[in-house]
């Protein structure tokens, strides 16, 4: 289940803020896990030491340490805990952004096991949280080249990405992220837009890739010998590999390669004014002028 500090029942909440408290704690119970929003130097160590886990980060150099976490915690942000039959099964971390904004960074966000719904159920809670205390949005950054997280972020949530940063935190030294270059999307997740409201609901939505006999496929194959860019009227496609972690370990110019091409392809999409708004299970990124939110 999901469980926060009280401030009101959900009955006394605006319908928005309450149809987001029970999607949550739906999300929670069909992962079999309860959430919490915790400030405990102790439990925020154990969390920071799951982060380390899950980005292989050599001792010492935790993506987020727990002095760090109880400081956001403190600061009137928010770090979100699920805790599953097994213990710790995933957090969130997240800040309030630039005063006026109405908006929420979510500085990291892990679940050791994938595909459990224990992430939906984190983002979910993140959301409720954040419209209790009156932001609108929340926005974070993810690897483009990720596409189980392209996945998760622009269909399974509903957010959009209309920036794409170039080596957005210069060189990492983990498990994950070291030897190549950090370029980031930045997504945007609308707490209240019609995307993130039937995504809270737990709607399955099928992307299907390009129909490559009827869009213009770009001759220029991609690093692995195969179409990877297509237009077709006010859009753009563009496929990223299905693994670039196993990538960059088994062929690390090859990673390089994939880098380059999806920079080069997305970058001035969105300078155009395209945004990426869904990434189809066969790995195609679709860039689209329509109206997300």
Not at 58 to 82: E, F, N
Not at 108 to 116: E, F, G, K, L, Q
């Amino acid at each position: 289940m999901f469980t926060s500090p009280p401030t009101s029942d959900d009955e006394g909440l605006p319908e928005g803020m309450a149809d987001a408290a029970r999607h949550a704690e739906a999300a929670a119970a069909a992962a079999g896990v309860r959430i919490q929003e915790v400030g405990d130097p102790r439990r925020l160590r154990a969390v920071a030491g799951m982060f380390a886990e899950v980005w292989e980060s050599p001792p010492g150099q935790d993506p987020l340490a727990g002095d760090v976490l109880r400081a956001i915690a403190h600061s009137g942000g928010a770090v979100h805990v699920a805790y599953g039959a097994s213990g710790l099964a995933g957090a969130t971390a997240a800040v309030f952004g630039p005063p006026g904004s109405r908006g929420v960074y979510s500085l990291i966000a892990a679940a050791p096991y994938a595909d459990r719904g224990v992430g939906f159920a984190l983002k979910l809670a993140q959301r409720a949280w954040a419209l209790r205390h009156g932001a609108t949005s929340i926005a974070w950054t993810f690897d483009p080249l990720v596409r189980r997280n392209a996945r998760f972020n622009l269909v399974k949530l509903g957010a959009v990405a209309r920036e794409y940063l170039p080596d957005f935190y210069g060189p990492l030294d983990d498990g994950v992220n070291t030897g190549d270059e950090t370029d980031r999307f930045t997504a945007q997740w609308s707490l209240t837009g019609a995307r993130t409201a039937e995504a809270a609901r737990a709607r399955q939505v099928t992307v299907e890739g390009p129909d490559l006999a009827v869009v213009t496929v770009d001759p220029a194959p991609g690093p692995d010998g195969r179409p990877f860019l297509a237009r077709g009227a006010g859009s753009v496609w563009c496929r990223i590999p299905e693994d670039i972690v196993a990538v960059r370990r088994a062929d690390p110019a090859l990673a390089a390669l994939w880098r380059t091409a999806v920079r080069e392809a997305i970058a001035p999409a969105l300078a155009d004014g395209l945004a990426a708004t869904a990434m189809s299970r066969d790995g195609w990124y679709h860039l689209t002028r329509e109206e997300t939110q």
